[in-house]
């Protein structure tokens, strides 16, 4: 199972280990290249080989040990091969004033050439990125520059060190982009699984609990006496489970800058619950679509509780352009003239933040009509008009 994991973490810099393999087969070649041209100036011609011989076998065991990628414990391995390549990097590098006389090395560059051993720094940025990148050219660096006895004034006027180091911080910065990047879209993916999965439970719930608690409801309300307690339970689970719905579509979409309003008001449609929206999708902010869902499924949820058994609802999404109005309309008993001042000078807060605070938030006003039109016996409607400016925003 670590295995497993431990691969999918690396999968974005695979590439990156890929290409440093065959980073190492060019520049040993260059190395044994180098090797060949300049074996004649060495007072040591025989421990030169031997150490090409030594630089070989390294090449080939630490781009066999990096192609592990089933390892047990692939991270410590590349931990181990890193630490390798420096210890060989700088003994060799070291091992020059045993082979060459100083007129020599002092001038050329040292025995397993700059080329070579930049697969150390290369290795390094790609485990540790940026920082481990530098540290490690400016580590080597220093080591050839010490070698060659060139803390002068030569040392500013040799590339080794800015060659490396900017070897290190190109590659460190492309390892840690990559990282975010296959971590980005991995979370986009479980992200959109989630959202399918919510989506799937969703439909469940809606075709078949939401349903059964619905036929409930109307069926004890009809049947009264006993079983009239049971229809209340009934219609407060149904109201329950499509804020919970609702809620879910909400915090459930996969990330992108809007979110299309309509299937947030769909999900409430119900035999006593008519929902009409748009053919086109209504483009809405994902906190600004959340906040109006919620005002809605609030206002359906006090149709439910309040406006008596044999109430429908209705709830009519219009986008004109500029703004987007909301309706949700039902044909119940509707609400006494000055109920709902008093239900908040009780304390009883839920209309005042659940449905007209989040539309205040989004700018918006949340007229209720009953009382325009009479209070008792002329139903009740709610009217939202959120401005489009607004409704666009993403606010996370």
Known sequence: MRSTELSAADAATAPLWRAVQALRLVTLLYAVGQQIASVDDYRNQQ??????????????ASAFMLSQWHFPDVARLRWWVVIGDHVVVIALIASTRLVADYDWYHGHQTLPTTLWVANAVVSAAILRGPAGGVLSGLLISAVIVTVRDQWGQDVWADATAPVLVSIGLALGLAANTARRAQGQLERAVRLTAAAEERERLAREVHDGVLQVLSYIKRRGSEIGG?????????AEQEVALRVLISEQGRYGD????????????????TPSVFVSTPGEPVP???????????AVANALSNVALHAGPDAKA????EDTGDKLIVSVRDDGVGIAPGRLAQAE???????????????????GTAVLLTEEQGGVGFGTEWEFRVPRARAADRRE
């Open 254 to 269: 996969t990330g992108g800058a809007e979110v299309d309003l309509r299937p947030l008001l769909t999900v409430h449609a």
């Open 345 to 363: 000078a009780e304390g009883r807060m839920g209309v005042s933040r659940s449905i007209i605070g989040r539309i205040e938030t989004l700018g």
């Open 47 to 60: 421990l030169s080989w031997v150490l090409i011989a030594v630089m070989a076998v390294w090449s080939g």
């Open 314 to 317: 209705y709830v009519l999404l």
């Open 284 to 294: 809405v902010g994902r906190w600004a679509a959340g906040e109006l869902a919620a």
């Open 226 to 234: 006993p079983t009239e307690e049971l229809a209340q339970r009934a």
